[in-house]
């Protein structure tokens, strides 16, 4: 799994972020992924081209 540290805004500093598995078929064409996790909170980010989308981390019940 490859991984990057970036600025987490949930978690207000740096951290690791990994990508997981790509369940969209980016690999299967020969594109990158966009999406990246926070690997402490979950914070996913989307990034591709120009454009960085910050998406709120997801909960998950007990």
């Known amino acids: 799994m490859e991984s990057?540290?970036?600025h987490c805004s949930d978690?207000?500093?740096e951290r690791?972020?990994?990508q997981p598995t790509c369940s969209d078929g980016h690999a299967e064409s020969g594109a990158e992924c966009?999406?990246?996790i926070c690997a402490e909170?979950?914070?996913a980010?989307?990034?591709g081209g120009a454009h960085?989308?910050?998406l709120p981390q997801v909960?998950?019940?007990a």
């Open 52 to 54: 960085v989308v910050v």
């Open 16 to 18: 690791e972020f990994v």
């Open 4 to 6: 990057q540290l970036w």
């Open 41 to 43: 909170c979950g914070t």
């Open 59 to 61: 909960r998950r019940a």
């Open 34 to 36: 966009p999406e990246w």
């Open 45 to 47: 980010v989307l990034v």
């Open 11 to 13: 978690c207000g500093d």
